[in-house]
């Protein structure tokens, strides 16, 4: 039998480690303290409170048919960046929504509206689909219709009548603001000839109206590029039946072109840039330039050429005409252009945590955090369909809408919406995007 003052003196003891626990724990270990600098990312982020939960059918997945925008150079991760309106599609429509593929050639856009699933279906593959940026109530939809055949369709949402449709290429986009979409193609041309992409801006409250096109003629600008249609009966039969304003721009390797507003398009590559604004639904330039164009969203575009001595010298410009301030020669270089930055006035970051000169913004932990505390879903589902291994070999896809507060999480045989942990950096990240 243990003596009692044996157990008084271990009860005393514990209780004074406890305390001493109490006192240093917050504390990190090179501070004196007894605990690591910073907790497990499970451990602090864990239960996560879900939204939604939409169960696949077997065969059908959250995917395009494999196309992607004629300025977009390589395939842009599923999951997509924060969902803002210039970067390419996303399956993940903001809080909102999937785009899915099925077999057989048919696809749907679901939407969670006052607590249930709306469908959207279609009997061909989904390319592109977007919801407008501003009010979420225009649903923006490509669909392959054929071998090199594709159709873009703008619907009401949520009654899911269709606006107006129109043959296009395998993609489109709405303009930054949300007035407009941008559909295009390439015309056909002879083996030797330049690229040409023939553009069309359609409004997305009013009726198309008559069919223009861009007649590169203003006073005091460098004539049209050899061999690009300037009067619509130059246009191929399909050109003609497009709709809309229309612009032919000459297209090469490496090229861009951004919407911001729904009557302003600014055109760059390496042969210099061109600006364009909508006047009498007609495009006409604004202005042309040497020098590499880039976009610093969401409200000014920016231009880098050579020094006449030596180095570069920098510019930028308001989105709505192009009126450019030079950048003083001792600020920090930009990041390479790429759609997932989202700008500040002297910072930059991204949905994977790529910073440049931003250092407010905490680090993002939670795209981990839901990997994990979602895999056993995945594994479960692994064992029970096969082609969830085909579709995610590695674990489930994460997709943060940061902005929105929340995540799509994919976990193979359903796409669960949860509610993200309301952490430092998702409120900042939310007051700055909106």
Not at 321 to 344: F, N
């Amino acid at each position: 039998m243990i003596p009692q003052r044996y157990i008084i003196a271990s009860l005393f003891i514990a209780a004074m480690l406890l305390l001493f626990a109490v006192v240093q724990a917050p504390r990190p270990v090179s501070a004196g303290g007894v605990s690591a600098g910073d907790s497990p990312v499970i451990m602090s982020l864990g239960g996560y409170e879900s939204l939604a939960e939409f169960r696949l059918i077997d065969g059908w997945a959250p995917r395009f048919q494999g196309t992607q925008d004629p300025d977009q150079s390589e395939a842009w991760p599923y999951e997509g960046g924060f969902g803002t309106p210039w970067e390419p599609a996303s399956p993940y429509l903001g809080d909102l929504g999937l785009a899915l593929n099925g077999p057989g050639g048919r696809s749907e856009v679901v939407l969670w509206r006052g607590l249930e699933w709306r469908h959207y279906r279609f009997d061909a593959p989904l390319c592109s689909a977007r919801l407008d940026p501003l009010k979420g109530h225009r649903l923006l939809v490509t669909l392959q219709m054929g071998a090199a055949r594709f159709e873009t369709r703008l619907l009401e949402v949520p009654e899911g009548r269709v606006l107006w449709s129109a043959q296009s290429g395998p993609w489109s986009r709405f303009s930054w603001d949300g007035r407009s979409a941008l559909i295009g193609f390439f015309e056909p041309s002879s083996a030797r000839g330049e690229a040409r992409l023939l553009l069309s801006a359609l409004p997305c409250e009013a009726e198309p109206g008559e069919a223009t096109l861009a007649a590169w003629d203003e006073p005091g600008l460098p004539a049209p590029p050899k061999g690009l249609a300037t009067r619509p009966e130059a246009l191929s039969e399909d050109g003609q039946d497009l709709p809309g304003a229309r612009l032919e721009l000459p297209w090469r390797p490496g090229d861009r072109l951004w919407v911001p507003l729904g009557d302003r398009l600014w055109h760059g590559g390496l042969q210099g840039w061109s600006a364009w604004v909508l006047e009498g639904g007609r495009w006409r330039r604004q202005a042309t330039g040497a020098g590499l164009l880039n976009a610093h969203p969401p409200r000014r575009m920016s231009l880098v050429a050579p020094a006449p001595q030596e180095g570069m010298l920098r510019w930028t410009s308001p989105l709505a005409k192009a009126e450019w301030t030079e950048v003083p020669a001792e600020a920090l270089p930009w990041p390479a252009g790429d759609a997932a930055w989202a700008w500040r006035e002297q910072g930059a970051f991204d949905a994977w945590d790529q910073r440049w000169n931003e250092s407010a913004l905490p680090p993002e932990r939670q795209r981990q955090a839901l990997f994990e505390s979602f895999r056993s879903e995945w594994r479960a589902a692994l064992g029970l369909r096969a082609s969830v291994k085909g579709w995610l070999p590695r674990g489930p896809e994460v997709a943060l809408r940061e902005p929105l507060g929340t995540a799509w999480i994919w976990v193979g045989d359903r796409v669960l919406l949860v509610r993200l942990a309301e952490v430092e950096r998702v409120r900042l990240i939310r007051k700055l995007l909106r």
